[in-house]
């Protein structure tokens, strides 16, 4: 639960498989930012795809066009071999099933989704303080080249929070890292 409280934060309820609940929470938005997250299960997660279709579907509903998606470096399984060894022999294998929804998400979003959304793909995330550092955009990649694997979800809100309004990376996906 966000306990966090401020002008510009709106905190509601809604249960996000349901179309007709997001729409009334939707209407009078200007931008939908999602940072959910589904838990590893075998043999497949469905809901980032699920979810992602009924958000597209009552934000088109509720006149709003801009989305805003936070999944991860790694999406793209053949990018998958450029991870460290321990984050390819470990990680990767534990997390396998949510890195291949959100891809799944990712290429329907590029096909189907008429919104101006953009895919952000942090590295792994800590739960550092927010920084100042500038960061490093790969646009249309799956990992920023010679980046460190981690960053502050403080960091990842921050830059998200920064492009909601910057046309340049509508339909876009980028991967992200300071």
């Known amino acids: ?10 905190v509601v309820e809604a249960d996000i498989f349901d179309e007709e609940s997001l ?9 939908i930012v999602s ?3 589904f838990p590893p299960q075998k043999p497949v997660v469905t809901g980032y795809l699920e979810v992602t ?11 709003v066009s ?8 790694y999406t793209e399984e053949e990018s998958r071999g ?15 099933t949510v890195l291949n929804n959100m891809r799944e998400t990712e290429v329907w979003l590029d096909a189907e989704a008429d919104v ?3 895919v952000v793909r942090p590295a792994g995330l800590t739960d550092a303080a927010v920084t100042k550092g500038e960061f490093k955009v790969a646009e249309g990649d799956y990992h920023v080249e010679g980046a460190a694997g981690r960053i502050a979800r403080a960091d990842v809100a921050r830059f998200m929070l920064s492009i909601l309004q910057e046309e340049k990376y509508y339909k ?4 992200i890292a300071l």
């Open 1 to 10: 639960k966000i306990t966090l409280a401020h002008d510009n934060l709106k």
């Open 53 to 63: 279709k009924k958000v597209v579907s009552a934000m088109k509903s509720s006149s």
């Open 116 to 118: 101006d959304f953009t």
């Open 23 to 31: 729409k009334v929470q939707f209407s009078g938005q200007d931008v």
């Open 172 to 175: 876009k996906q980028l991967a």
């Open 66 to 73: 801009r989305l805003v998606v936070c999944h991860s470096w």
């Open 35 to 37: 940072c959910l997250g």
């Open 82 to 96: 450029k991870a460290w060894f321990i984050i390819r022999w470990i990680l990767i294998p534990m997390i396998r």
